[in-house]
């Protein structure tokens, strides 16, 4: 199994944890400390190694702060985890503070006066995090130094700290990638010549696994394998590894366009770039601080603040990608269809959280495809599917109830593609109220579904018209309505997305999530999820510009009995009755039992 259901969080040594990290702080003369969720390699999901902010404060969610000082606390967290994180942290210890309302570095000054030295971890915090905060406090407060260190104090009171992960390195074949690595990284040099760029630092695990072809299992669900890589104008990139990741197969395809190099190499390799004279790139939301620190220290060489330029080009799929990813959204619209069957034939008391997950899992291993889910299964019934971003334990595990709401947010990771969906279901009769509820999440959905915007239009452009529905009603969600997904890489991909901070124009090959929901506080959550594509859209009749729309990859019915009919507009029961009609059209023939077919087929009638 992919996914353990062991409880993370342990809760009950965080204050003797607390207490041994100041004491760490009173000797090294520091006021205080900044824990980010973070490693040296600024991935969302960590290797176990590297889950410090869980360690020390029970926090299981996949972005968050927390700053120790002498006494008193606080943890920062964004909209998704704000009943998440009451329930797994020592409230008496830590004050939650919700972001972006709240900043840490108006926090610190604050609660910090006078001169001071508060610490961090100079390898887990990017360049741009530590530049602004650093701004913010010496504006307000001059005497306030944050102050990077050699040695991360929390490391040494780690004892059981586990060992870094060491999986062995694949290559990506081409059939899914759709472009040869030796291409790609011709096609960068170039770009570095024309910006008159000698070399580029890619710190970015997911463009350095697009870039080369290489795919690990270094983070969990996500298959990267963490390394470096300085990509040089005029002569061989260089790939900063783990040696011991790296087969001999694998070491001979590699060396042909690639300079391999130890991970303990990495100061010297950075060195070498220093000692000429030159100008090297990097991306200062993605590179950490301690980088910037390494290459200042030669002042011949010229740094030079750019986007990570792999970004766009990995985002933007090409043919075989895109056709990829509609195959695995095929395979996974099967393999999540037959869960929803069998959990229809259930009834509420045989049912739990874990035994839902478990199953959904068990189908999607049944495809002979699946190589992880690409996230933890969010299963959350009735007042745990409020629970943005819940994930469920031996402790918190619910078994269903009758007339209730079931939230199942899940997603697998395969070799032609990544898959990110979520379904609400009715478990017995849907109330009226959950049902109206449903139906305006609903409208926001096929709102986005439907859009047709000219070129150039961001996701902030688009992120209201999901929102309206709900708007109208007195009714809101506090995350975004989309993120980008890669193509068996990272689940959550930039520079596209869908919501109030996402300015990045779209472009055709391009693919976002279509996630608008609901949540009720200790009663119920809602959210209905499909994976898009950015396609080009057919000109209207007398149509002057250019435009683009969506067109839906995933492909699962979603619960007619939670449609209030009245709702909907005559051109949103269109767009239901053709997106169920599709839906019966590519699933149904991979179905292998009569029980299931005619379950789709009821689940796609027309309404």
Sequence with gaps: MYQSYSRQSQTSATPARVNKLRAQLRDLLLDGFIIPHGDEFQNEYLPASNKRLLWLTGFAGSAGMAIILKNKAAIFIDGRYTLQVTNEVDMKLFEPLQVPQHKPGDWI???????????????????????????LVSRKNPDCLLVPLDENPLDVIWQDRPPAPRTPVSLHPLKYAGQKASA???????????????ACLLTDQ???????????????????????????ARKKPELIIDPAKLGKVVKEKLAKHLRLFAMSKLRQRL??????????????????FWFDERLKEHAELEIVHRTDPCTLPKAI????????????????????????????????KDIDEISAARKLEEVRNQTGKLRDLSFETISGSGANGAIVHYRVDEQSNKTFTPNS???????????????????????????????????????????????RFPSGTRGVDLDGLARMALWKAGLDYDHGTGHGVGAFLGVHEGPQGISKAAMTPFAP???????????????????????????????PSGGERAMLGFETLTMVPLDRSLIELDLLENGEIIWLNDYHRQVHRLISPHLETDKERKWLKRSTKAL
């Design 109 to 135: 000054v604050k609660n910090v006066k006078g001169k001071s030295r508060i610490g961090f971890d100079p390898r887990l915090m990017t360049l741009k995090t530590i530049t602004k905060m650093r701004e």
């Design 184 to 198: 790609k990284i011709a096609s960068l040099q170039k770009q570095l010549v024309t910006d008159k760029l000698d």
């Design 206 to 232: 997911a463009s350095i696994a697009w870039l080369f072809n290489i795919r690990g299992k270094d983070v969990p669900h996500t298959p990267l394998a963490l390394s470096y890589a300085i990509v040089h």
């Design 271 to 288: 060195q070498a770039v220093g000692s000429r004279k030159g100008r090297i790139a990097i991306d200062p939301t993605k590179t950490s």
């Design 317 to 348: 799929k090409n043919k075989p990608e895109i056709e990829g990813m509609r195959t695995a959204h095929i395979r996974d619209g099967v393999a999540v269809s037959r869960f929803l069957c069998w959990l229809e034939t259930k009834s509420a």
């Design 405 to 451: 709401l079931f939230l199942v947010d899940s997603g697998g990771q395969y070799l032609d593609g990544t898959t990110d969906i979520t379904r609400t279901i009715a478990i017995g009769k849907a109330s009226r109220t959950m049902r109206r509820h449903f139906t305006l999440v609903l409208k926001g959905h096929i709102a986005i579904a439907s859009s």
């Design 509 to 539: 090959g391009m693919i976002v999530s279509n996630e608008p929901g609901f949540y009720k506080t200790g009663a119920y959550g809602i959210r209905i999820e499909n994976l898009v594509l950015v396609t080009p859209a057919q000109k």
